[in-house]
């Protein structure tokens, strides 16, 4: 090794380092500093279905709360609808371990096993791409990692995205090495926690026709989902109709609205944001969207067919992770699921032996996760205040400018089927 590669490597260290604290600053720190709102409602709700109540109904949910030693002045339901209160049955029952301890054991629980998972994700992601400590790709891949601002939200508002992202993670690194059974049990648990993020990921493995990690996490899925809602029709609590409430009015007049009515659509990454500033039309919208994210898988699937290395398996998670962001509700804190296409992009950015196409298009790649580096959204409508009114009131602002992380995530799409694409003509071209 060179004495530049060793200053490199050293100066790359000490990025990680900086990056390692900038991370626990903005994520348990602040967690505990601040108060981990969205910890706390899940905590409330799934703390309600443990003692037998309505976790779909605010009063339960606050009732719980405080009878599990929550602070009033704390009670997530004082400042929100009832709509928030989401979470499928299934969610209860991974969540019940944590729910079941006093809340001020649970905030530290929860934020200490949210930090050490994400430092997991980044550790088994790493392996997937088989990006070492001992490279150049490997220490940025980790500064870039603990530096990521989706993971420092999601441990600062006690988020489950990360949970979810974490058992995907490491449910695909054990089908990778056979163990087909206990792959499922992880991918199951990561969808019962959040559907939205770690579902298809179900998917991608039948797609990989892993069927006995495909079989055992959808049967799984059913099983913890079944018990969830047998502790709630024991009890005899009408949880359906609530939920069911909650989702049509979440999507339609709170936070999960993408339309101009709601001011904080700006925290979406979803397609259905970007499209909104275009049509008012709710069909329309919603049928785009399917056809969209579709076109864009069925574009990948074609060009992965029938091709299963490592780096294209690697390829696939990253592509599944953007279609799960942009085909249904998420906020930027989901976006922690572009670990897989951050570590796809350094492993092919490390690799000596890939060609020039292939690194044009992992720098694309890497552009298009870097955007997300940073809270942008939050950013500039913090400070559109101080701007010029025919800036942030023009069609370039709302429909480009603000939705620029739904602009990076269709990106990285298309840059990934063309990456992948691209790998399949060079291996049916004759040496």
């Given at each position: 090794?060179s ?7 050293r100066v790359l ?5 900086l990056?390692?604290a ?8 602040r967690?505990?500093r601040?108060?981990?709102?969205d ?5 409330a ?10 976790p779909y109904v605010?009063?339960d ?9 929550g ?6 339901m004082?400042t929100?609808a009832?709509?928030v209160l989401?979470y499928?049955p ?9 729910a079941?301890?006093?809340w001020n054991?649970a905030e530290?629980?929860?934020t200490?096993m949210n930090?050490a998972?994400?430092?997991l ?8 791409a088989?990006?070492?400590w001992?490279?150049t790709a490997g220490r940025?891949?980790?500064a870039l990692g ?5 993971a420092?939200t999601?441990?600062?508002h006690?988020?489950t995205a990360v949970?979810?992202v974490a058992?995907a993670?490491a449910?695909?690194l054990l089908?990778a090495r056979g163990?087909?059974?206990?792959a ?6 990561g969808?019962?926690?959040k559907?939205q ?7 991608h493995?039948?797609?990989?026709r892993r ?5 055992v ?12 809602a047998?502790?709630m029709?024991?009890a005899?609590?009408?949880?359906s109709?609530?939920?069911?409430g ?5 999507t339609?007049?709170?936070d999960?609205n993408?339309?101009s009515?709601?001011p904080?659509r ?7 944001y ?12 919603r049928?785009?969207?399917?056809g969209?994210?579709a076109?864009l ?5 074609a060009?992965?067919?029938g ?6 398996d ?5 592509m ?5 962001l942009?085909?249904t509700y ?6 922690a699921?572009l670990?897989?296409a951050?570590?796809?992009a350094?492993?092919v950015?490390?690799?000596?032996e890939a060609g020039g196409n292939?690194r044009?298009?992992?720098w694309?790649a ?7 580096m ?6 500039l ?5 101080r701007?010029?009114a025919?800036?942030t009131?023009?069609w370039?602002w ?7 992380a739904?602009?990076a ?5 298309g840059?990934?089927?063309a ?7 060079s291996?049916?071209?004759p040496a």
């Amino acid at each position: 090794m060179s004495s530049d590669q060793h200053v490199r490597l050293r100066v790359l260290a000490a990025l990680v380092a900086l990056a390692a604290a900038w991370f626990a600053y903005r994520g348990p720190v602040r967690a505990l500093r601040e108060g981990n709102y969205d910890a706390a409602l899940v905590y409330a709700s799934a703390r309600a279905w443990l003692t037998g109540h309505n976790p779909y109904v605010g009063a339960d949910a606050s009732s719980a709360w405080r009878a599990a030693g929550g602070p009033i002045e704390r009670d997530p339901m004082s400042t929100r609808a009832q709509a928030v209160l989401l979470y499928p049955p299934a969610t209860f029952v991974a969540l019940a371990p944590v729910a079941a301890l006093p809340w001020n054991t649970a905030e530290i629980a929860w934020t200490a096993m949210n930090a050490a998972l994400w430092v997991l994700t980044l550790a088994w992601s790493a392996r997937l791409a088989g990006l070492t400590w001992g490279s150049t790709a490997g220490r940025t891949y980790w500064a870039l990692g603990l530096a990521f601002a989706p993971a420092h939200t999601c441990v600062a508002h006690g988020q489950t995205a990360v949970l979810a992202v974490a058992c995907a993670a490491a449910g695909v690194l054990l089908a990778a090495r056979g163990r087909g059974a206990w792959a499922g049990v992880l991918l199951a648990l990561g969808a019962a926690v959040k559907p939205q993020v770690a579902a298809l990921y179900i998917v991608h493995q039948a797609g990989r026709r892993r069927w006995l990690v495909a079989g055992v996490a959808v049967a799984a899925v059913g099983v913890i989902f079944a018990l969830g809602a047998w502790r709630m029709s024991s009890a005899g609590v009408a949880w359906s109709p609530a939920w069911k409430g909650n989702l049509d009015a979440f999507t339609s007049l709170d936070d999960g609205n993408p339309t101009s009515t709601n001011p904080l659509r700006f925290q979406l990454i979803n397609l259905q944001y970007l499209l909104h500033t275009f049509t008012d039309d709710a069909g329309f919208v919603r049928w785009a969207t399917v056809g969209i994210v579709a076109g864009l898988c069925a574009a990948y699937f074609a060009a992965d067919l029938g091709r299963s290395t490592r780096r294209g398996d690697l390829s696939a998670l990253a592509m599944v992770g953007v279609a799960s962001l942009l085909v249904t509700y998420h906020r930027a804190y989901d976006a922690a699921i572009l670990v897989f296409a951050l570590a796809w992009a350094l492993a092919v950015l490390g690799d000596a032996e890939a060609g020039g196409n292939a690194r044009r298009w992992a720098w694309a790649a890497l552009a298009c996760v870097l955007v997300f580096m940073v809270p942008g959204a939050s950013a500039l409508n913090a400070v559109q205040g101080r701007l010029p009114a025919w800036l942030t009131g023009s069609w370039a602002w709302e429909s480009l400018v603000m939705p620029h992380a739904v602009w990076a995530l269709l990106g990285l799409g298309g840059v990934l089927i063309a990456s992948r694409a691209g790998e399949a003509r060079s291996a049916e071209t004759p040496a």
